[in-house]
């Protein structure tokens, strides 16, 4: 079939009972109700016969292995390449730890699955259009006069006969975690106020993607249900104008593929690990004692480099790409491309989340997002420190290099 189709289904995935919550360095993470629900939502794209699955979820992201396992049983559903298969996570931080709630991931999966074959139902013909706007909704967190990266990305999915509007897919760039650390109610935090209110404007479905946000977090930033409201109605009032005049075309270029890099992360000396504990501690009150132990048996089996592969997925809508790593990327990197091939909009927490990958400038700052952060996550991202100093400019030269709008 050559007129591109999609199909949609949004399923709940807001835990039932008390669960131990992810996000933030907290002594006591159990979950106290639900602010708001979790969602995934599943998008199945077809043309030439050929399916691709994007997928939002509300979660800070997993872990490499529990992603893969995710796409590969949709993969195995579909019969289609596991690299047929995206999640984008929202980054929240007030969703539930899969680590430590098994039994939540089974179900969730289960959830997913289910909202395939619903989506698998209700293919319908569509047209799109695509465009970057600029808003003021985030802020660069490691430097307020630093980077940023203020673009929101729209695309505009509508039904190619009635012309209805079927789908609004965003990326935007800004942590979501308004909700803090005193917060302990289930919630996809400003992703999900913004869904709400999009949804009640224009009565069609909507998926919210993270972008290059390491180091910029929202506007809005006091912890309440305020703040939630304020981030939704900047995004809202900034897409209205540019989403009522965009006018959507045939789809002649759909598809999704990935590429993977390898990166190189050095094992601290216990020397130079001894002081980012004591940094860590005296900074942000983490206590590294773990890390340390980590370290020294790294130490024990000569091991001096730990590594990771990263893999570089996109997905095309004619000439417009959301690219995305499962890391914690800065907003430079997405700025780089940008400057190079500005119809990519590049982002992180695509497949999993594997920690911060600062630019070298970044990477010699040094604190949280580079080095602390990794004292309490290392045994989530298998590396005991960040990607060394040039893996943001091999990142780059890397995306552009696998593009396929050349």
């Known amino acids: 079939m050559n007129q591109a189709t999609l199909g949609f289904s949004k399923m709940d995935i807001t835990p039932k009972t008390s669960v131990e919550m992810v996000g933030f360095y907290r002594q006591d993470n159990k979950s106290r109700g639900i602010l708001d629900p979790l969602y995934a939502e599943i998008s199945l794209w077809t043309i030439h016969q050929e399916k691709y ?56 999966c289960r959830q997913v699955l289910k909202g395939v074959q619903e989506a698998e139902k209700n293919g319908q013909p569509i047209k799109a259009a695509a465009k970057n706007i ?16 203020d673009r929101i990305g729209i695309i505009k999915i509508t039904n190619a006969i009635t012309d209805a509007l079927q789908l609004i897919l965003l990326r935007v760039t800004a942590h979501a975690n308004i909700l803090y650390d005193d917060n302990y109610l289930i919630s996809a935090d400003y992703f999900g106020m913004t869904r709400k209110y999009l949804e009640d404007k224009y009565h069609c479905p909507v998926m919210i993607t993270q972008g290059a946000s390491g180091n910029v977090e929202a506007i809005d930033q006091e912890s309440s249900v305020d703040s939630l409201k304020a981030m939704a109605h900047r995004i809202m009032e900034a897409i209205a104008p ?11 270029q759909l598809k999704m593929y990935s590429e993977s890099v390898c990166f190189a992360a050095d094992v601290p000396s216990l020397l130079r690990a001894q002081q980012i504990a004591n940094e860590a501690m005296e900074v942000n ?22 590594y990771q592969t990263i893999e570089i997925q996109y997905f095309y809508i004619n000439d417009y790409a959301l690219c995305g790593v499962p890391n914690e990327v800065m907003c430079e990197l997405a700025l780089e491309i940008a400057k190079v091939c500005p119809q990519i909009y590049f982002g992180g927490y695509t497949n999993g989340c594997t920690g911060y990958l600062p630019t070298a400038k970044e990477y010699d700052k040094g604190g949280y997002e580079v080095l602390h952060s990794y004292l309490i996550y290392y045994i989530y991202h298998k590396t005991l420190m960040p990607l060394n100093r040039d893996s943001a400019d091999q990142l780059i030269r890397a995306v552009l290099a696998y593009r396929q709008d050349k």
């Open 242 to 252: 540019p989403l009522d005049e965009m006018v959507t075309q045939p789809i002649d």
């Open 134 to 149: 600029h808003a003021e909704i985030g802020i660069n967190r490691r430097d307020p006069q630093g980077a940023l990266d």
């Open 285 to 306: 009150h983490i206590d590294g004692t773990q890390w340390l132990t980590e370290v020294e048996r790294v130490h024990s089996l000569h091991i001096t480099q730990q």
């Open 53 to 108: 699955c994007f997928i939002t979820l509300d979660h800070i992201g997993y872990m490499l292995e529990d992603a893969n396992m995710l796409r590969n049983q949709i993969a195995q559903y579909l019969e289609i390449l596991q690299d047929h298969v995206m999640l984008c996570f929202s980054h929240t931080h007030s969703s539930v730890n899969i680590s430590m709630e098994p039994k939540y991931f089974d179900w969730v």
